[in-house]
């Protein structure tokens, strides 16, 4: 199991042009978000306006099969990668596609597949004052978490943290897809 995260050689990211097409998809203030694992039977409005990307000043010019759009971040796959990891990403979330003046098509991911395998009380976890879950420092996995999906998020950082296994890492490696990073949990 590994976090999903971008690779920032040749890192790109897209903003939304301004905040009613940000708005679409997800506020930060009122913690709403399409892309929080609820099922949406692929019911996304598709932002237009997406614009520059960023990333290193002296990035080559070519695109990342896998990216994040926003600042949330939204897990962003190309038109490649989604052909590549088409099953996976299939049967676990949702694909909602991005409308942009790109070479390259891409589409935002809403991992539905939530799986409850991180034991809290063997875990070192940092809480906001409120109480509310901050993050997870270090990871103990319940004895009962044998097979992952894929990809999937788990029910304590839905909303912002995307998971992996071995499986999906082999895949990626194997179709040379780029911009992938994966990151072993602490």
């Known amino acids: 199991m ?3 995260k971008c690779n920032f050689e040749g890192y790109a990211s897209f903003l939304f042009g301004n905040s009613e097409e940000e708005s679409k998809w997800y506020n930060l203030r009122s913690h709403f978000s399409l892309f929080d694992g609820t099922p949406r039977n692929g019911k996304y409005p598709v932002p237009q306006g997406i614009r520059n990307r960023i990333g290193k000043e002296n990035r080559s010019n070519v695109l990342p099969d896998f990216t994040h759009i926003g600042l949330t971040p939204i897990p962003t796959f190309s038109e490649r990668a989604v052909q590549a990891l088409g099953d996976m990403l299939s049967r676990n979330g949702e694909l909602a596609p991005i409308k942009m003046d790109e070479a390259m098509q891409y589409y935002g991911f809403n991992p539905t597949r939530i799986v409850d395998v991180v034991d809290e009380e063997k ?13 997870i420092d ?9 097979e992952l999906p ?5 029910p304590q950082l839905v ?8 499986e999906f890492i082999a895949r990626v490696n194997e179709c040379k897809l780029t911009g992938f990073r994966f990151q072993p949990l602490p």
């Open 2 to 4: 590994h976090i999903l």
């Open 123 to 135: 875990s070192t976890i940092a809480y906001f004052s409120s109480g509310r879950l901050m993050d």
């Open 138 to 146: 270090h990871y103990v996995l319940r004895a009962d978490a044998k």
């Open 150 to 154: 894929p990809i999937f998020r788990i």
């Open 159 to 166: 909303r912002n943290t995307t998971y992996v296994s071995d």
